[in-house]
């Protein structure tokens, strides 16, 4: 943090990591820049978003403040969503206009660490009312679907995520780097249940998909 920083910017800076709305609206009030940066330039509303402190970040939001500003670690507001599974937190950084093709340090956009931390409500309201690339490829050569897969733990949540990735036109022929698919990799971690839904999306059931595949693979080209 900077030594030349004023009392209002490190207030506020203190009460979005602590979700004090009353007190980020005063430091706001106190001319408190919203963008301002502690030591690893996380922005109030990262620090609100990491801690899901909604009211603090609607207070922020409703000032001007930036979803999509990066720290050190390339972390944003709207990327933690993805990590918290916060649907009340996405909601209300909606209105700020967020990126969605925003990349983390890995490449990949929030709904891929959703998706592998079972964070179902988030990937079910994330599908329906944000337009995320369900097929977006990070730089390790993961889609949200092989995520799920790869490093979820079969359980019924991430069952439930393969389910709703299918249903929003996720491509289960989408291999990783060493040319495995999803379906292959939930079959070597003995996942019955989504082997069998992602070899029913290959084949083309509707009960599988429950809609149509994309046409094209999308995301980091290096990492496909």
Do not use: C, K
């Not at 996405?90 to 340090?105: C, H, I, Y």
């Not at 956009?109 to 959703?114: D, R, T």
């Not at 730089?139 to 709703?164: N, P």
């Amino acid at each position: 943090m900077s030594g030349t920083q004023s009392p209002a910017a490190a207030l506020l800076l203190a009460a979005a990591r602590t979700g004090d709305a009353d007190s980020v609206r005063r430091a706001l009030a106190d001319g408190a820049d919203p963008e301002v940066r502690d030591e690893a330039r996380r922005t109030p509303l990262l620090l609100a978003a990491q801690g899901d402190h909604v009211a603090a970040a609607q207070v922020l939001v409703a000032a001007g403040a930036d979803p999509n500003a990066q720290d050190t670690r390339l972390e944003s507001a709207w990327l933690a969503t993805g990590v918290t599974g916060s649907v009340a937190m996405m909601r209300a950084l909606l209105p700020a206009g967020p990126d969605v093709r925003l990349r983390n340090r890995f490449g990949g956009i929030a709904l891929i660490p959703a998706s592998e931390r079972g964070n179902v409500a988030y990937v079910e309201a994330a599908l329906r009312e944000t337009g995320m690339d369900v097929n977006h490829v990070n730089r390790l050569g993961w889609t949200a679907l092989l995520e799920a897969v790869i490093l979820g733990d079969g359980g019924a949540a991430h069952e439930e995520i393969v389910r709703l990735l299918l249903a929003a036109g996720a491509r289960p022929d989408l291999a990783d780097g060493e040319g495995v698919t999803a379906r292959e990799h939930a079959e070597r971690r003995g996942f019955a249940g989504m082997a069998a839904l992602l070899a029913a999306a290959e084949s083309g059931s509707p009960a599988g998909t429950g809609g149509p595949a994309e046409a094209g693979r999308t995301g980091d080209g290096a990492a496909g």
